[in-house]
Structures are given as structure tokens and as C-alpha cells.
């Protein structure tokens, strides 16, 4: 596949001989086809390995990842014209940024260079920047994806505004930057036109360990265990079938047969006369990834000092722009140690003797994560309760251990974010959404306090309780020993071990300036568990906010405390003690 700008040059035939002699960092090289030979930024076609490869692929969803600055953008541009000659062809090169699509954005400029007056291309410079071929009633657009869809409000926006921008091909550049997995889903879902042209989607990123991406690779196989790509998937493909709401959810296989039978994908008799079948349900993905050098056409122009720059970058991003490298990075830092949890049993007793409890709140049942009620007196942990049922049972569950341990609901924190927030009849409770902004603390005095800055509720327990293991103030009165039914499958596990697994979740990088810990879904994603027995412990902090002398239970009065001899004073009797 190439293309010419000039529209008056002469196109070679169908299927020609194309000779190349390969760009270095001191010949330019250059491409014949047929017995035309291409001019420099004038007539483009995709350079040998990667940019050819994927410009030929007809996966439903194309990764192209791996190192920074190996022609990401120019591949999917020239695979942008693909589509041409089809009536009604569409496409949509999506940013995150509204800034990053305008006039001015590397983007736009490549756009201009690969696609300007090509075939008779008219193009404007808007805040959307716009490619038309009229002949063809075809178009590229350059648009943002700039919401938050974590807000009901702008999610209601953003569908409405990504139904008009539906296209048989959607690229999204820099994917990483789409930080909600439910954002990339249903631009998913948007990826088709009437032009009759296979719907097609890309994303182009470099790796960042914690963002959707990379559970997807590394769930269909295409990352080892060290987090490196592996050599041998570059352009293997693999189908899925997204079978609930997060990257979690979505069931792999090798062939669309080995995934619609484990996803017992039913097809109704409608779409079965419609000629429906499991091939169009089930999706492919084909994953291309490369080296820097292979984007020749750069180095020539650059003289090899765009490779340079990725070596001077340091280690950290030098292992991810040049390395190709999907896994944890340095600026992670791990806060709460293995000594830490063993002092656990050996950390003074508090003087707190209130009842709390605090739950991990999800459905119960066999096939869903633990949810774990924690009891305490003061900071130390007295019981560790499990509940595994009919989520409809919860509250009856509830309110028995609440009573059984003299726990007060006000004394009752639990995870509100996902179905907590269905538990309305602890509205005297702490209801904990994770995603909110940090609590207000207060000092021994009472006083407005702010000590750090969190991102968001869930960093900020999180962040308390490690401060609280490190001064050792939490402690345990269970065997570390104890043996509890964690996890999906009822394992058998020590107390202990549960505990050093989930040390994870005090992860913590800094974002705009703020702590950030793992969300629980990024988590669930690198560990393939759920920390819920540590989320449970985390809630404990939020009645650690408020530093006021905490009110203690009124004292515990045997009823025959009182059986004691009556004495007359002053001609009334007084039962007094003797």
C-alpha cells in the first residue's frame, strides 16, 4: 500500500516490484515502485516491519506498542486510506487532550502530511480538524475524548457525544491517557459506518504497568513473567469476548470456537437468519510492537539522535520508551514491610476499649471476592468474620455479628462504592466511597487539620494505616496461624500469609502532586486477587480521622453488683456495697 500526493503523477500498477534501499544514519535511502521512485515527504508508503504489517492487518482491535518512536502515528495514518473508495468511509483519530487534536499537535501536522491533498483531500484547522474526500462523502476527523466518566453527569455527555462520531476506523493515540476502561469500551462499541468497510480499531501506546492495557496483554499471553513483551507474539492473534464491565472480564482464547465455548455465547434465531454467527460476536486482536530502529525514515532525518534521546531519558523510562518493558516501575514505592505485619502480635495492647467493624462489602456468593468483617476493640483485631451467601442475606448477616460482638452502628464502617452502597439501613454508619475526595481530619482540639494530600478517599485510609502500622499501634489478638477460606476457590489459607500477599496495596505513586495508592480493579489486575481482608483493616483509619478523645462505653455492671447490705442514713435506706 502506498499513496502519491501529486495527483497528477503516474500510479504504478496493480502489485509492482518495489525496490528499497533501506534509510541509515548517513544515506536517505529511498523506495521504488515499479519505475516510479518515491519523493521525500511527498509520496509515503509504510516502511518494512511493523508499519507494513499492520497497515495489511484485519483484526477487529490492533495494538501497536513496545518502544517509543517506531512509526506509530504514520502507520495509522497510512492505514487511514485504506477505507478509501468506499462510500460514506469514516475515521476518527481520537486524543484524550481536546489540545493535543488542534492545529499545531504532532498529530494534525502528520495527519497533513500522510493525508493533505491526497486524492483531492480539502482539510480545515478547527478545534476538530477535518480531512474530506468529497467524491467519496468520506472523512477524517481529529477529535478529544476529554471527559470524566466517572461522573454520571459527563458520562451522559460523553455517550451522547461519541454516538456522533461513530467510524469503521478508530484510532486512538497515546491509549494510556484513556485512563477508564469503560471509556475505550464503548468507543468499541461506536466502531462501525454504512460504508461497508470492516470495522476496525487501534490503540497506540507505550506501557504503563497499572492502566487496562497491559491486562489485556498479559491476560491473552502476549507478556512473560518478567513484563517483557515476548518476540514470538509480535503479530500472533488472539479473540476475546468482554464478558462483563472491566478489563477483567474478558475471556481469551485461540480461535473465536475456544471462546464462544467457554463464554457460552448464545446467538438467538434472528440474528441466526441474519447470518450471524460466533465469527462476527467474537473479536480478534493482534498485538505489533517493534524497535525505535525501525523507523529508519526517523533515524535518517534525525541523524540517529532520536535514539540518543531515548537513552538519555534514565533508567526508569529509559526500560519503558527503549526497553519495551510492561511492569512495575521504580517510582513505586512499597510502605508497609513483612516486619511490620509480624509485629502485628507483638505491638502493645491500646487503651481504646471501644467496639468497632469494619466490611469489605461485595456479593457473597461462591464465584464473587471475599467479604470479610473485621472486629476490633480499639486498634486490635479480636475476629475475623466471613460472609459467603445470598447477597440478599447481607444486612440479616449484619446486624447478628454487630450484635453478637456489641458492636454500635455507628461504630460500623464499610466499603459504600459498588454494591455497599445498597446497605441504606447503616445510614448511621461510615459509608466509605472509595473515589471521593479525602475526608476532613481534626486535631485533639478539634480543629480543621490537613496533614498530606490524597487523591482520594481510598489513598488517604490507606496512607493513615500505614502510618498506624509503622507507629505500631495496630495489633491482633488471632492466631497468626489461623486458618481462613479465602478467595473464589475456598482456599485454605494462614492469616499470615493472606496478609503478606496484600501488603501490595501500600503501592503508592504521587499523581498532580497528591498520594496515590493502586484503585482496587488496578490491584486485581497485577495480582489477580482481591485485597479485600486488607481493605477491610484500611476502613478501620476512618474513625482515626478525627483525633478528639474518643467517647469510652459506659462500664460493664455485673446485675448482682448491687446484692449487698442495706444501711439507714438519716432515716432512708441506701443500698450500698460492703
Known amino acids: 500500500m502506498f499513496r502519491l500526493r501529486n495527483k497528477d503523477a503516474k500510479f504504478p500498477e496493480l502489485y509492482p516490484r518495489v525496490f528499497r534501499k533501506k534509510p541509515t544514519v548517513n544515506d536517505a535511502g529511498y523506495d521504488i515502485v515499479g519505475d516510479f521512485k518515491l519523493r521525500k515527504k511527498i509520496d509515503y508508503m509504510p516502511q518494512e516491519g511493523m508499519q507494513e504489517r499492520f497497515c495489511a492487518c484485519e483484526s477487529n482491535l490492533i495494538f501497536l506498542c513496545g518502544e517509543s518512536q517506531m512509526g506509530k502515528t504514520y502507520g495509522i495514518y497510512l492505514k487511514t486510506l485504506n477505507g478509501l473508495g468506499k462510500i460514506g468511509y469514516t475515521a476518527r483519530?481520537?486524543?484524550?487532550?481536546?489540545?493535543?487534536?488542534?492545529?499545531?499537535?504532532?498529530?494534525?501536522?502528520?495527519?497533513?502530511?500522510?493525508?493533505?491533498?491526497?486524492?483531492?483531500?480539502?482539510?480545515?484547522?478547527?478545534?476538530y480538524p477535518t480531512f474530506n474526500w468529497k467524491q467519496w462523502n468520506s472523512n477524517l476527523q481529529l477529535?478529544?475524548?476529554?471527559?470524566?466518566?466517572?461522573?454520571?453527569?459527563?458520562?451522559?455527555?460523553?455517550?451522547?457525544?461519541?454516538?456522533?462520531n461513530q467510524a469503521s476506523y478508530i484510532a486512538i493515540d497515546e491509549a494510556t491517557e484513556m485512563k477508564q476502561f469503560k471509556m475505550f469500551a464503548y468507543w468499541f462499541s461506536r466502531n462501525r459506518d454504512s460504508s461497508g468497510m470492516t470495522p476496525q480499531?487501534?490503540?497506540?501506546?507505550?506501557?504503563?504497568?497499572?492502566?487496562?492495557?497491559?491486562?489485556?496483554?498479559?491476560?491473552a499471553g502476549y507478556l512473560g513473567d518478567d513484563w517483557y513483551f515476548k518476540p514470538e507474539m509480535n503479530g500472533a492473534t488472539r479473540y476475546f469476548y468482554i464478558d462483563g464491565d472491566t478489563e477483567n472480564d474478558i475471556i481469551w482464547g485461540?480461535?473465536?470456537?475456544?471462546?464462544?465455548?467457554?463464554?457460552?455465547?448464545?446467538?438467538?434465531e434472528k440474528e441466526r437468519e441474519a447470518g450471524i454467527t460466533i465469527h462476527q460476536i467474537v473479536?480478534?486482536?493482534?498485538v505489533f510492537t517493534g524497535e525505535s530502529a525501525d523507523n529508519l525514515e526517523l533515524i535518517a532525518a534525525t541523524k540517529g539522535q532520536n535514539i540518543g534521546n531515548l537513552h538519555a531519558t534514565g533508567k526508569?523510562?529509559?526500560s519503558i520508551l527503549k526497553g519495551g518493558y510492561a511492569g512495575p516501575v521504580d517510582n513505586e514505592e512499597l510502605n508497609v514491610t513483612r516486619q511490620m505485619i509480624h509485629d502485628l502480635w507483638t505491638n502493645p495492647i491500646n487503651d481504646d476499649e471501644n467496639m468497632y467493624a469494619t466490611l469489605d462489602v461485595s456479593g457473597g456468593g461462591d464465584q464473587s471476592d471475599n467479604c470479610p468483617m473485621i472486629i476490633w476493640k480499639g486498634l486490635r483485631i479480636v475476629a475475623i468474620k466471613m460472609f459467603k451467601g445470598d447477597a440478599k442475606e447481607l444486612v440479616n448477616w449484619i446486624d447478628k455479628t454487630l450484635q453478637e460482638y456489641g458492636v454500635p452502628i455507628s461504630n460500623f464502617a464499610f466499603d459504600a462504592t459498588g454494591i455497599g452502597n445498597y446497605l441504606k439501613a447503616y445510614?448511621?454508619?461510615?459509608?466509605?466511597?472509595?473515589?471521593?475526595?479525602?475526608?476532613?481530619?481534626?486535631?485533639?482540639?478539634?480543629?480543621?487539620?490537613?496533614?498530606?494530600?490524597y487523591t482520594n478517599t481510598r489513598s488517604q485510609l490507606i496512607g493513615k494505616t500505614k502510618v498506624l502500622f509503622e507507629m505500631g499501634k495496630i495489633s491482633c489478638a488471632l492466631d497468626k496461624d489461623t486458618i481462613l477460606a479465602y478467595g473464589k476457590k475456598n482456599l485454605q489459607r494462614r492469616l499470615i500469609d493472606i496478609l503478606f500477599d496484600e501488603i501490595n496495596i501500600f503501592i503508592s505513586t504521587t499523581k498532580n502532586r497528591k498520594i496515590y495508592y493502586r484503585h482496587k480493579d488496578e490491584y486485581k489486575a497485577k495480582f489477580k486477587s482481591s485485597p479485600d481482608l486488607m481493605d477491610a483493616i484500611c476502613l478501620r483509619a476512618v474513625f482515626e480521622l478525627d483525633a478528639r478523645p474518643k467517647k469510652q462505653p459506659a462500664p460493664q455492671v455485673p446485675d448482682d453488683a448491687y446484692n449487698g447490705l442495706y444501711r439507714s442514713y438519716s432515716g432512708r435506706e441506701r443500698s450500698v456495697w460492703i
Open 283 to 286: 473479536k480478534s486482536l493482534t
Open 316 to 318: 526508569t523510562q529509559r
Open 427 to 453: 445510614s448511621s454508619g461510615r459509608g466509605v466511597t472509595a473515589n471521593k475526595a479525602q475526608i476532613q481530619e481534626y486535631d485533639e482540639l478539634g480543629n480543621p487539620v490537613t496533614l498530606e494530600q
Open 93 to 127: 483519530m481520537i486524543s484524550v487532550r481536546l489540545q493535543d487534536s488542534k492545529k499545531g499537535g504532532s498529530i494534525f501536522r502528520d495527519a497533513v502530511e500522510v493525508c493533505g491533498n491526497f486524492a483531492n483531500c480539502e482539510y480545515n484547522s478547527s478545534d
Open 254 to 268: 485461540l480461535s473465536p470456537e475456544e471462546v464462544a465455548d467457554r463464554a457460552n455465547i448464545h446467538i438467538s
Open 201 to 219: 480499531m487501534v490503540l497506540s501506546f507505550n506501557y504503563e504497568h497499572t492502566h487496562y492495557t497491559t491486562t489485556m496483554l498479559k491476560d
Open 143 to 164: 477529535i478529544h475524548s476529554n471527559y470524566n466518566v466517572a461522573n454520571p453527569v459527563e458520562w451522559d455527555e460523553f455517550k451522547d457525544y461519541a454516538k456522533k
